[in-house]
């Protein structure tokens, strides 16, 4: 573990109320911490300039500053303090401070903007706010600090504060992400030095108690979640191959309660899943078929169930793709890189659902043995696909276990994949690519994605767009030309999940990084665990 949560209560502590506010703030100082970290308001700023030399009314910074022997107000002449949103300051203890009162050695504030706007009561301000938090606690010598979550609410509710927790969890693991410290067999040395900041406490009061410590525990297994995702994902092809990811996905079998069960060739050729196997046959080495369960709810009940793209590097076959960046095709594992480390949050945070997780993996080599563009293949549906480019081969891969995962009787069946270069065109680095015929299921999980700032965008489905993936001599292409491109992957994939309801999340444009900041994002694990807490 390379950053550590949990929590302190301070059961009478509150910042709203005038009366409780400097004995709260007295005793949130005197925690013997490396940083008090505190968000304030546009009022609260207001009121410590307005009220220098008057001591007599109340407010945050006014009574945070008669407390620390002036320090706030003079950071303020300074200039270093200011109202506005996400604004950073950091105080450090000097002799003004007095030391049998005060034991933190700093205290950040944090500048929340003016909170009587509802704007910025919204989840994306305190996601700016509490990045550039996290930033300032990060990379420098403090290794802990006490973060009194209510003062960056003003809604009161626990809800609300157990959201900008775990937002704050996962950022805070973002910040502390480093490459292959968790993979045993990476033979390599750790390139990065670990971060100095290693443990993040999070103060509350008795009216979010519970809230924060269950937000914890969730935020915590989403971390460790995110970080194995973004681990598979960063790993060299050569080392994450399909078979390391069936190891890994067993290994966690041994670490939790997690049902993992991984086919072989052999099996796989015995379910007919005759799609899935064109892929693989380029390539030296084997395909695996990676189940996994978490039994977290009652025992009939059905199961949400994940399907991720495991290409472990996709070359584009005999339709070979062009040299430059090839190497991020290593990234094409990214759909299964999140549900395997979704699988591991939900069975680290005992989550009390059915959830069911499953990959096909395999590597997209041109050889003499590779599917050639014109090859007719049939799936495990009893379709037949001609295919006329080997570089769509994630639909292929995946159309098998779509089919496979109808056997689970399953309550909504969520594929995730790096399937189009033109879902990036459409919509960037920002927002994932959604494409459901299902309202509510497109509901929950833009609720979700925006719950976590792992967002989507809804994408068409519509049958005109089926025409495109016409074949003249099978029952459907597996290219429909470069109009619409995402959406014609999609109404590919569509034809396999008639038994079921289904979304697909199209996540090449957000599951890795290019250019100097490299590496996988983890996403979208946030989006995902998300939505499994909100369902009912
Ligand atoms: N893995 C790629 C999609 C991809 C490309 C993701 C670039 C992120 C960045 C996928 O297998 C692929 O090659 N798709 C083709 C489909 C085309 C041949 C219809 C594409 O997008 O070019
Ligand atoms: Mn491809
Ligand atoms: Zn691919």
């Given at each position: 573990?390379?950053?550590?949560?949990?929590?302190?209560?301070?059961?009478?502590?509150?910042?709203?109320?005038?009366?409780?506010?400097?004995s709260s703030l007295k005793s949130l100082l005197t925690q013997?911490?490396?940083?008090?970290?505190?968000?304030?308001?546009?009022?609260?700023?207001?009121?410590l300039i307005s009220n220098k030399g008057n001591k007599s009314?109340?407010?945050?910074?006014?009574?945070?500053?008669?407390?620390?022997?002036?320090?706030?107000?003079?950071?303020?002449?300074?200039?270093?303090?200011?109202?506005?949103?996400?604004?950073?300051?950091?105080?450090?203890?000097?002799?003004?401070?007095?030391?049998?009162?005060?034991?933190?050695?700093?205290?950040?504030?944090?500048?929340?903007?003016?909170?009587?706007?509802?704007?910025?009561?919204?989840?994306?301000?305190?996601?700016?706010?509490?990045?550039?938090?996290?930033?300032?606690?990060?990379?420098?010598?403090?290794?802990?600090?006490?973060?009194?979550?209510?003062?960056?609410?003003?809604?009161?509710?626990?809800?609300?504060?157990?959201?900008?927790?775990?937002?704050?969890?996962?950022?805070?693991?973002?910040?502390?992400?480093?490459?292959?410290?968790?993979?045993?067999?990476?033979?390599?040395?750790?390139?990065?030095?670990?971060?100095?900041?290693?443990?993040?406490?999070?103060?509350?009061?008795?009216?979010?108690?519970?809230?924060?410590?269950?937000?914890?525990?969730?935020?915590?297994?989403?971390?460790?979640?995110?970080?194995?995702?973004?681990?598979?994902?960063?790993?060299?092809?050569?080392?994450?191959?399909?078979?390391?990811?069936?190891?890994?996905?067993?290994?966690?079998?041994?670490?939790?309660?997690?049902?993992?069960?991984?086919?072989?060739?052999?099996?796989?050729?015995?379910?007919?899943?005759?799609?899935?196997?064109?892929?693989?046959?380029?390539?030296?080495?084997?395909?695996?078929?990676?189940?996994?369960?978490?039994?977290?709810?009652?025992?009939?009940?059905?199961?949400?169930?994940?399907?991720?793209?495991?290409?472990?590097?996709?070359?584009?076959?005999?339709?070979?793709?062009?040299?430059?960046?090839?190497?991020?095709?290593?990234?094409?594992?990214?759909?299964?890189?999140?549900?395997?480390?979704?699988?591991?949050?939900?069975?680290?945070?005992?989550?009390?659902?059915?959830?069911?997780?499953?990959?096909?993996?395999?590597?997209?080599?041109?050889?003499?043995?590779?599917?050639?563009?014109?090859?007719?293949?049939?799936?495990?549906?009893?379709?037949?696909?001609?295919?006329?480019?080997?570089?769509?081969?994630?639909?292929?891969?995946?159309?098998?276990?779509?089919?496979?995962?109808?056997?689970?009787?399953?309550?909504?069946?969520?594929?995730?994949?790096?399937?189009?270069?033109?879902?990036?065109?459409?919509?960037?680095?920002?927002?994932?690519?959604?494409?459901?015929?299902?309202?509510?299921?497109?509901?929950?999980?833009?609720?979700?994605?925006?719950?976590?700032?792992?967002?989507?965008?809804?994408?068409?489905?519509?049958?005109?767009?089926?025409?495109?993936?016409?074949?003249?001599?099978?029952?459907?292409?597996?290219?429909?030309?470069?109009?619409?491109?995402?959406?014609?992957?999609?109404?590919?994939?569509?034809?396999?999940?008639?038994?079921?309801?289904?979304?697909?999340?199209?996540?090449?444009?957000?599951?890795?990084?290019?250019?100097?900041?490299?590496?996988?994002t983890g996403r979208p694990v946030p989006l995902l665990v998300?939505?499994?807490?909100?369902?009912?």
């Amino acid at each position: 573990m390379t950053i550590q949560f949990s929590t302190k209560i301070f059961p009478q502590a509150d910042l709203q109320s005038a009366k409780q506010l400097s004995s709260s703030l007295k005793s949130l100082l005197t925690q013997n911490t490396d940083c008090l970290v505190l968000g304030y308001s546009q009022a609260d700023f207001d009121g410590l300039i307005s009220n220098k030399g008057n001591k007599s009314k109340s407010g945050l910074l006014t009574e945070l500053d008669l407390l620390l022997g002036g320090s706030v107000s003079h950071a303020a002449v300074l200039g270093d303090l200011d109202g506005k949103q996400a604004s950073v300051c950091l105080l450090r203890a000097d002799k003004s401070w007095p030391a049998n009162a005060v034991k933190a050695k700093r205290v950040l504030l944090l500048g929340m903007g003016d909170l009587k706007m509802a704007a910025d009561r919204s989840l994306t301000t305190f996601s700016k706010v509490a990045r550039a938090g996290l930033k300032a606690l990060s990379g420098g010598s403090i290794e802990n600090a006490l973060w009194f979550a209510p003062s960056f609410t003003l809604s009161k509710t626990s809800e609300m504060i157990a959201q900008e927790v775990r937002l704050t969890i996962q950022y805070a693991g973002d910040h502390a992400y480093r490459f292959g410290v968790r993979q045993p067999t990476m033979k390599f040395k750790v390139k990065d030095k670990p971060d100095s900041f290693k443990h993040l406490i999070f103060a509350g009061n008795a009216a979010c108690t519970a809230a924060l410590k269950e937000a914890i525990e969730q935020g915590s297994a989403m971390v460790e979640g995110m970080h194995l995702a973004k681990d598979l994902g960063n790993l060299p092809p050569n080392i994450c191959t399909p078979t390391y990811l069936g190891k890994t996905a067993q290994g966690l079998a041994k670490k939790t309660n997690l049902k993992v069960e991984v086919l072989g060739l052999k099996q796989i050729e015995a379910l007919g899943m005759g799609s899935f196997l064109s892929v693989a046959k380029g390539s030296e080495t084997p395909p695996q078929f990676i189940v996994m369960r978490h039994q977290g709810g009652k025992a009939g009940e059905a199961p949400v169930v994940l399907v991720g793209k495991g290409i472990t590097f996709d070359t584009g076959g005999i339709s070979l793709k062009p040299g430059e960046a090839m190497d991020e095709m290593k990234y094409d594992m990214c759909g299964a890189a999140s549900v395997i480390g979704t699988l591991y949050a939900a069975a680290l945070m005992k989550l009390k659902k059915n959830v069911i997780g499953v990959v096909p993996t395999c590597e997209n080599m041109p050889s003499g043995r590779a599917t050639r563009p014109g090859d007719i293949v049939k799936s495990m549906s009893g379709q037949t696909i001609e295919i006329l480019n080997t570089d769509a081969e994630g639909r292929l891969i995946l159309c098998d276990a779509l089919t496979y995962v109808e056997r689970f009787k399953p309550k909504a069946v969520i594929d995730i994949a790096t399937l189009t270069g033109a879902c990036v065109i459409a919509l960037g680095h920002v927002h994932s690519g959604l494409f459901s015929d299902d309202d509510d299921l497109v509901n929950a999980l833009t609720k979700a994605g925006h719950d976590s700032l792992d967002t989507v965008w809804r994408l068409p489905l519509d049958a005109a767009y089926h025409e495109q993936l016409k074949s003249n001599f099978a029952d459907v292409a597996n290219i429909g030309g470069r109009p619409a491109g995402s959406v014609t992957a999609a109404c590919f994939l569509s034809r396999f999940t008639e038994k079921y309801k289904w979304a697909h999340l199209d996540i090449a444009g957000t599951a890795w990084k290019s250019g100097a900041a490299k590496g996988s994002t983890g996403r979208p694990v946030p989006l995902l665990v998300n939505y499994l807490l909100e369902q009912k």
